[in-house]
């Protein structure tokens, strides 16, 4: 049989082994997944005759390279920080590789090797990157292949609750890393091109720059800018665009609340607070106020921030328990950023039957016989549950048929890249829209050049 090796088995880990136990038996497969916690492992196995659970740990030399050593294609899905050392081996045992994670400097100094030995090391095919590039490449190879001409494009993706589990007022809840989304936008101003002009928006400022976007049955979102919007221009073959901006969708009104939270101080995660195992939530809150030997935390709280009484922020604020009495934070030295994320996570978890999902929308606009036009491309997709996740979805399966058509050498081209070709992304797009992950695309009235942006 031809073994396939999954290293970790997270969060977004379970649409991609049940991808491949699926087609074992047609394609002659032996799943193996590779975890430090072995039950994990052994969950998403789930007993399957052509799968086999294993204990790994990617620092354990000896039984990293016995498991790749004996594999066909290794899949990392472990933090990405970690897979250099799976893809040293892989270019020592001549094995092509797969992630979903952004192609790091390591990784890509591995270039040169992988196509000396004819391998494909596969990386960003997960959803955002991944799914973003392969839909945007579609379309911008569409345009240009008809003579057009880019002159903007604009990507967002949101990690989002379902509108049937959208139960609190933030209309948010954690659907990935939790500590990714408190610390989003920091470490640079954020920055795009808009018609031509280069522009920046400091973190201080971030979560009150924001686009409004409407999605067809789903209602209206907001977007804030990710930090570099210009990281794959050149990649995309956009050098000539006057607008390209990519952000991050949350639903309307999140942003201007989570900015309450940076203009305190409390995503920063550069130090860490003294006794705070000891302190309890309102003592956290608290350690960011201007001390008053009468006004209470709330008051010092709304005064500091200028927030109203009836203000539906100050609603979101209470609804988190910030100011709590009896909440013990509980984390020695932690930053503040942490004793955030921990304070979230009491309202943000999903519950056993809550539903995520992913919303994606893209902007196309491009000059054809002199006339300017635009498309808009929407996809949105709901998750099972917690660990048949639209995340997990939209991560796994794009990875799993990619690592399956590098098995069967219907992706050649050898070395460190992402899916941006036709090659790549026409197959897996076309197959993704049989587990209902689709794009509909929409001809709009170009939004045109307003000198009042600038």
Same mark, same amino acid.
């Given at each position: 049989?031809?073994?396939?090796?999954?290293?970790?088995?997270?969060?977004?880990?379970?649409?991609?082994?049940?991808?491949?136990?699926?087609?074992?038996?047609?394609?002659?497969?032996?799943?193996?997944?590779?975890?430090?916690?072995?039950?994990?492992?052994?969950?998403?196995?789930?007993?399957?005759?052509?799968?086999?659970?294993?204990?790994?740990?990617?620092?354990?030399?000896?039984?990293?390279?016995?498991?790749?050593?004996?594999?066909?294609?290794?899949?990392?899905?472990?933090?990405?920080?970690?897979?250099?050392?799976?893809?040293?081996?892989?270019?020592?045992?001549?094995?092509?590789?797969?992630?979903?994670?952004?192609?790091?400097?390591?990784?890509?100094?591995?270039?040169?090797?992988?196509?000396?030995?004819?391998?494909?090391?596969?990386?960003?095919?997960?959803?955002?990157?991944?799914?973003?590039?392969?839909?945007?490449?579609?379309?911008?190879?569409?345009?240009?292949?008809?003579?057009?001409?880019?002159?903007?494009?604009?990507?967002?993706?949101?990690?989002?609750?379902?509108?049937?589990?959208?139960?609190?007022?933030?209309?948010?809840?954690?659907?990935?890393?939790?500590?990714?989304?408190?610390?989003?936008?920091?470490?640079?101003?954020?920055?795009?091109?808009?018609?031509?002009?280069?522009?920046?928006?400091?973190?201080?400022?971030?979560?009150?720059?924001?686009?409004?976007?409407?999605?067809?049955?789903?209602?209206?979102?907001?977007?804030?800018?990710?930090?570099?919007?210009?990281?794959?221009?050149?990649?995309?073959?956009?050098?000539?665009?006057?607008?390209?901006?990519?952000?991050?969708?949350?639903?309307?009104?999140?942003?201007?609340?989570?900015?309450?939270?940076?203009?305190?101080?409390?995503?920063?995660?550069?130090?860490?607070?003294?006794?705070?195992?000891?302190?309890?939530?309102?003592?956290?809150?608290?350690?960011?106020?201007?001390?008053?030997?009468?006004?209470?935390?709330?008051?010092?709280?709304?005064?500091?921030?200028?927030?109203?009484?009836?203000?539906?922020?100050?609603?979101?604020?209470?609804?988190?328990?910030?100011? @709590?009495?009896?909440?013990?934070?509980?984390?020695?030295? *932690? %930053?503040? +950023?942490?004793?955030?994320? /921990? !304070?979230?996570?009491?309202?943000?978890?999903?519950?056993?039957?809550?539903?995520?999902?992913?919303?994606?929308?893209?902007?196309?606009?491009?000059?054809?016989?002199?006339?300017?036009?635009?498309?808009?491309?929407?996809?949105?997709?709901?998750?099972?549950?917690?660990?048949?996740?639209?995340? @997990?979805?939209?991560?796994?399966?794009?990875?799993?048929? *990619? %690592?399956? +058509?590098?098995?069967?050498? /219907? !992706?050649?081209?050898?070395?460190?890249?992402?899916?941006?070709?036709?090659?790549?992304?026409?197959?897996?797009?076309?197959?993704?829209?049989?587990?209902?992950?689709?794009?509909?695309?929409?001809?709009?009235?170009?939004?045109?050049?307003?000198?009042?942006?600038?």
């Amino acid at each position: 049989m031809r073994k396939i090796l999954v290293i970790g088995s997270g969060k977004s880990s379970s649409y991609l082994i049940k991808y491949l136990l699926d087609k074992s038996e047609e394609e002659n497969l032996l799943i193996i997944v590779g975890d430090k916690n072995f039950s994990h492992a052994q969950k998403l196995v789930h007993n399957h005759k052509n799968g086999q659970a294993i204990v790994f740990d990617v620092f354990d030399k000896q039984v990293r390279e016995n498991a790749i050593e004996n594999a066909d294609i290794v899949v990392s899905m472990l933090p990405a920080r970690f897979h250099i050392e799976a893809a040293k081996d892989c270019i020592k045992f001549n094995k092509n590789m797969v992630t979903a994670s952004y192609v790091s400097d390591d990784m890509q100094n591995l270039d040169k090797a992988a196509k000396d030995k004819g391998l494909v090391f596969m990386n960003e095919i997960g959803v955002d990157p991944g799914i973003d590039h392969m839909s945007a490449m579609k379309v911008i190879d569409t345009i240009r292949d008809k003579g057009g001409k880019m002159i903007l494009f604009e990507s967002f993706t949101g990690g989002l609750v379902a509108p049937e589990s959208d139960n609190n007022l933030w209309n948010y809840k954690f659907t990935w890393n939790p500590r990714n989304v408190v610390v989003a936008g920091q470490g640079g101003a954020a920055k795009f091109l808009q018609e031509g002009t280069y522009k920046y928006i400091p973190y201080n400022r971030l979560f009150r720059r924001t686009e409004f976007l409407d999605v067809e049955g789903y209602g209206r979102f907001e977007a804030y800018a990710n930090r570099d919007s210009l990281k794959y221009q050149s990649t995309y073959g956009l050098d000539q665009v006057k607008t390209l901006y990519r952000g991050t969708m949350r639903r309307v009104g999140f942003s201007r609340a989570w900015n309450m939270f940076v203009q305190l101080g409390m995503t920063d995660d550069s130090y860490t607070i003294e006794d705070s195992e000891n302190m309890t939530y309102r003592d956290f809150v608290n350690a960011f106020l201007p001390y008053s030997p009468t006004d209470s935390v709330e008051l010092k709280f709304r005064h500091q921030l200028k927030i109203d009484q009836d203000d539906i922020v100050w609603d979101k604020l209470e609804e988190l328990d910030i100011f @709590s009495h009896s909440k013990k934070v509980e984390l020695r030295e *932690a %930053t503040p +950023a942490q004793i955030l994320q /921990k !304070i979230l996570m009491d309202s943000w978890d999903l519950a056993p039957d809550d539903k995520d999902m992913i919303v994606m929308y893209h902007k196309f606009g491009y000059e054809l016989n002199g006339k300017k036009h635009q498309i808009d491309a929407t996809m949105v997709t709901t998750g099972e549950d917690q660990t048949y996740t639209a995340m @997990s979805k939209t991560v796994g399966l794009p990875v799993a048929i *990619a %690592t399956l +058509a590098i098995l069967n050498k /219907k !992706i050649t081209t050898p070395g460190v890249q992402i899916p941006i070709t036709k090659e790549v992304y026409d197959p897996i797009l076309k197959e993704l829209e049989t587990f209902d992950i689709r794009f509909h695309e929409y001809e709009v009235p170009y939004f045109g050049y307003n000198p009042l942006n600038l």
